[in-house]
C-alpha cells in the first residue's frame, strides 16, 4: 500500500498547524489494526490536514491514499474515512460556487493571493473526490454495512453525476438490508432534491427532479418499509418540495414518530476504548447518549424534520411541544435539542414551550434535567414562563460537583480541571431574570474560598436587589491578586456587580478604585453615578492616557459623575482623529454627551466620508452628529445603509430612528421587513451564539418602539 508515499514533499506543504510532515504517519494509522490507533489518525486528519473543513495542497495529496484506504477488501474502519473524503470533497455544501464567492466578497486587498489559493484548493478538492465516483458506486455493495452507511453521503460531491446518482440511490434502496445504510440512502436523494429544487444541481432536469420527489412520496406512504425511513422520506420532502407535503404534515410526522419508537432497534455497542481526541470525546458522548435506551434513539430525525420545515415556526413548536408533553421520557429526551435550536434560531411565541422545556428541570430522568438547563441558560427574558421552574431546580440542586457531571439539574457551582468554577446554568439563567430566589446560592459561591469566576456577572442579573450581597463582593475584591487564575474575569465581573447596584454601590469604592486601570472596571465607576465623586481624582489623570481603553472609559465615567463634559472634550477630539478603532469609540462617548461636543461636528461629518465596510465607524458618528446637531437630513442615509450592510448594528439603528421620529418615516419599510422576518436577526446556519435570543428578542422590543415613533400620526 501507499506507494511512492514517502517520496513526496510532505515538509514542503503545510496544513493548519505547521508543515505536513506527519501525515504519512496519519495515513498508516488509519489502516491500523488497532482501533484506538485508527481513531488517533482520523483525528489527526480532520485536526490538521482537514482543519474545520479547510483544503490545503496537503489535503488533496492525501486524497489517491484515502481511496486506498477506503478499497482495501475486508479492512477495518474503512467507513470513517469515506466520510472523510465525503468532507473534503465539499458534500455538505449545497453550492460551492456561491461559497468561494463569498469569501471573494469579504476580502480584503492583501488576501487576495490567500483567498485564490483557497478556492483553488477547494475545486480541485471537489474534483478530484468526484473522479471516484466508481469507487464510491463499488462500495454501495461492499460487505461492510459501515462503509454503505458513508458511501451515499460522499456521491453528494459528484455534482455533474447528480441524476445517475439520483437513479442508483433510488435503485439501491430495496437491496439494501442495513437501517442505517436505508436512511443514508433516502438521505442522500433527499439532498439533492433540495439542492436541484434550489437551483444548486443544473444537471438534474426537472424530469429528475419530480421522479425523485414523488419516490420519496411513495416512500412516506409505504406502509410495508421502517416507520422511521418513512420518516426520513417526510422530512426530505419538506427541505426539498415543501409544496408537496400533506396538510396533515405534523400529525403524520408524531404519527411516524410514535411508529418508529416501538419498531425494534438494539443500541450501539460501546467501541471499548478511549482517545484522548476530539472524535473520541464525540464518540463517548454517543455512547452515553444511547446507554440505557429502551427504544432507538431518534433525536437526529426529530432535529432533522423540524429544521426541514424552516420557518414554519408554529408547525414546528406542535412538533417539538407535543413530543415534550408526553409521558415518554426518551421522546422528550430527544426532542430537547430540536426545541433548542428552534427558540435559538426563529421568533416565534414561545412562552408554552419554554414551560414545557421548563418542566424536564423536575424530572427523575438523569439525563433530562441537564439537558432542559443546557437550552434555558441563554434563554433570557424569555425564560419567564419556567422562573418556578428553574427556582424548583436550584433550591434541590447541589451545592458544587465537577463539571463532568451530566445527571440532575446543574449544581449551584460546577468546578473544572483547566479553569477556574463557574456558576451553574440554572442558577444563572435564574439571575438573569432578576429573580432573588437566585440570592441564597449566589451568596453560598461568594463565601468560598474561590468562587465562581463569572459569579459578579450572575450578580449583575439581579440589579440593586444583590445589595446585601455587597460586602461578600468587596471582599472577594480585596482578595483578588494579578497572579490568580482567571484575574481578567473575575476583575471584570466583580466590578460588574458593583456597578449594577447603582448608587448603593459607592461603598465598594476603596476596592474598586486601585482596579482602575481596566478600560471596563473604569465604566463601572461611572454607573455609580454623581455619589461615586470621591473617584474623580483618580480618573482625571486618566484622560491623559495614551491608550483609546483606559481614555475613552475614563471620560465616559467623569460625565455620569460630574455631568461636565468641559474637561473630557479634548481628549475625545484626540481619539477622533485615530485610527478605525479610536474613532468609532470617540464618536460613541461624543454622543453620550450630546450638544456640548458641537466644537467636534465638522469632524465627525468627516467621518461619515471614511471607508467602513462594516458600517460601525459609520454608525457611530451618525449617532454622534444626531445627538450633537439633531442633524436627521445627514444621519438618515446613513442610517439605512448601516442597517443593510451589517446586522449586528439593527439594535442601534432601531434605537436612533426611534429617537428621531417622524422624520425617520422612511425607514419604515426596512423596519416593517426585519419584524416580519421569522429568522433572529444574527442567527446563521454555519454558527452559534450564546447571545442572539437575547440581542434578538431585545431588537424586537426596540422595533415595537421604533415603528410607533416612526408612524404617522393617526395611522
Known amino acids: 500500500m501507499f506507494a511512492g508515499l514517502d517520496e513526496i514533499d510532505w515538509a514542503g506543504m503545510s496544513h493548519a498547524y505547521g508543515p505536513a510532515t506527519e501525515v504519512p504517519d496519519l495515513l498508516r494509522g488509519l489502516v491500523s489494526a488497532d482501533p484506538a490507533t485508527r481513531e488517533i489518525a482520523l483525528d489527526g486528519m480532520y485536526g490538521a490536514v482537514h482543519h474545520q473543513g479547510d483544503v490545503y495542497a496537503c489535503t488533496i495529496a492525501c486524497v489517491p491514499y484515502l481511496f486506498e484506504v477506503v478499497t482495501r477488501a475486508g479492512g477495518a474502519g474503512r467507513g470513517p474515512v469515506v466520510s472523510l473524503l465525503a468532507s473534503i470533497g465539499g458534500a455538505e455544501v449545497d453550492d460551492p460556487d456561491e461559497l468561494i464567492r463569498s469569501a471573494e466578497a469579504g476580502r480584503d486587498d492583501e488576501d487576495d493571493d490567500d483567498v485564490e489559493s483557497w478556492a483553488e484548493n477547494y475545486r480541485r478538492a471537489e474534483a478530484v473526490v468526484a473522479a471516484g465516483l466508481p469507487i464510491f458506486l463499488d462500495l ?101 418540495a415543501p409544496s408537496m407535503l400533506p396538510p396533515d404534515l405534523v400529525p403524520r410526522a408524531l404519527a411516524l414518530l410514535a411508529g418508529a419508537y416501538q419498531e425494534p432497534a438494539s443500541a450501539p455497542e460501546a467501541a471499548g476504548f478511549t482517545t484522548d481526541t476530539l472524535i473520541g470525546a464525540v464518540r463517548a458522548l454517543h455512547e452515553q447518549a444511547d446507554a440505557g435506551r429502551r427504544g432507538p434513539r431518534l433525536g437526529p430525525a426529530v432535529g432533522s424534520l423540524s429544521r426541514a420545515l424552516g420557518d414554519r415556526v408554529d408547525d414546528r413548536i406542535r412538533l417539538v ?29 414561545y412562552r408554552e414551550l419554554v414551560g414545557l422545556i421548563g418542566r424536564q428541570l423536575a424530572d427523575p430522568h438523569p439525563l433530562l434535567p441537564r439537558a432542559a438547563a443546557r437550552i434555558l441558560v441563554h434563554l433570557g427574558e424569555l425564560n ?27 449544581a449551584w457551582v460546577m468546578v473544572w480541571p483547566s479553569h477556574g468554577p463557574t456558576v451553574g446554568g440554572t442558577l444563572a439563567a ?69 456597578g449594577s447596584l447603582g448608587p448603593a454601590g459607592v461603598p465598594a469604592l476603596p ?55 468641559a474637561p473630557l472634550l479634548p481628549v475625545l477630539g484626540r481619539f477622533l482623529d485615530g485610527d478605525h478603532f479610536d474613532a468609532s469609540d470617540a464618536a460613541q462617548e461624543i454622543a453620550e454627551i450630546g450638544p456640548a461636543a458641537a466644537e467636534w461636528l465638522p469632524r465627525l461629518r468627516a467621518l461619515l466620508r471614511r471607508s467602513d465596510p462594516h458600517g460601525w465607524l459609520h454608525l457611530r ?45 422612511a425607514a419604515l419599510p426596512l423596519l416593517r421587513a426585519e419584524q ?40
Open 140 to 240: 454501495l455493495t461492499d460487505p461492510d454495512p459501515a462503509v454503505r452507511r458513508a458511501v451515499p453521503e460522499a456521491l453528494l460531491v459528484c455534482r455533474a453525476e447528480a441524476p445517475r446518482v439520483l437513479d442508483t440511490l433510488r435503485r439501491r434502496l430495496p437491496a439494501e438490508p442495513d437501517a442505517e445504510a436505508r436512511t443514508a440512502l433516502v438521505e442522500a436523494v433527499g439532498s439533492l432534491v433540495r439542492r436541484a429544487a434550489a437551483g444548486h444541481l443544473p444537471s438534474v432536469p426537472q424530469s429528475s427532479l419530480r421522479a425523485a420527489t414523488t419516490w420519496l412520496l411513495e416512500v412516506v406512504d409505504d406502509t410495508s418499509v421502517a416507520s422511521a425511513l418513512r420518516l426520513t422520506a417526510l422530512t426530505s420532502v419538506s427541505a426539498g
Open 321 to 349: 411541544g407535543t413530543l415534550l408533553d408526553g409521558s415518554d421520557r426518551e421522546r422528550r429526551l430527544d426532542a430537547l435539542p430540536a426545541a433548542g435550536q428552534l427558540v435559538d434560531g426563529w421568533r416565534g411565541d
Open 384 to 410: 419567564r414562563p419556567a422562573a418556578d421552574a428553574l427556582a424548583e431546580a436550584v433550591a434541590g440542586a447541589a451545592r458544587e460537583e465537577p463539571h463532568s457531571s451530566a445527571a440532575g439539574p446543574p
Open 430 to 498: 435564574l439571575a438573569r431574570l432578576g429573580d432573588s430566589r437566585a440570592l441564597p446560592p449566589l451568596r453560598w459561591a461568594l463565601e468560598r474560598d474561590e468562587p465562581p469566576k463569572d459569579v459578579g456577572a450572575a450578580l449583575s442579573g439581579l440589579g440593586p436587589a444583590a445589595v446585601e450581597l455587597l460586602p461578600l463582593v468587596r471582599r472577594q475584591l480585596r482578595r483578588l491578586s494579578p497572579t490568580d487564575r482567571d484575574f481578567p474575569e473575575r476583575r471584570g465581573g466583580l466590578a460588574r456587580a458593583v
Open 511 to 565: 476596592e474598586l478604585l486601585p482596579l482602575a486601570t481596566d478600560g471596563w472596571v473604569i465604566r463601572q465607576l461611572g454607573r455609580l453615578g454623581p455619589a461615586a465623586r470621591d473617584a474623580v481624582p483618580v480618573l482625571r489623570p486618566l484622560l491623559d492616557a495614551p491608550q483609546r481603553g483606559p481614555a475613552l472609559a475614563a471620560a465616559a465615567a467623569l460625565h455620569r459623575i460630574t455631568d461636565d463634559p
Open 621 to 665: 458618528a451618525a449617532g454622534a452628529v444626531w445627538r450633537v446637531a439633531g442633524d436627521a437630513e445627514a444621519v438618515l442615509p446613513v442610517l439605512s445603509r448601516v442597517w443593510e450592510r451589517n446586522v449586528h448594528t439593527r439594535r442601534a439603528v432601531a434605537t436612533l430612528w426611534a429617537e428621531i421620529g417622524a422624520p425617520a418615516a
Open 676 to 715: 416580519e422576518r421569522p429568522r433572529r436577526h444574527t442567527a446563521r446556519d454555519s454558527g452559534w451564539s450564546s447571545a442572539q435570543v437575547g440581542e434578538d428578542e431585545e431588537l424586537l422590543r426596540l422595533m415595537a418602539a421604533a415603528g410607533t415613533a416612526l408612524a404617522p400620526v393617526g395611522s
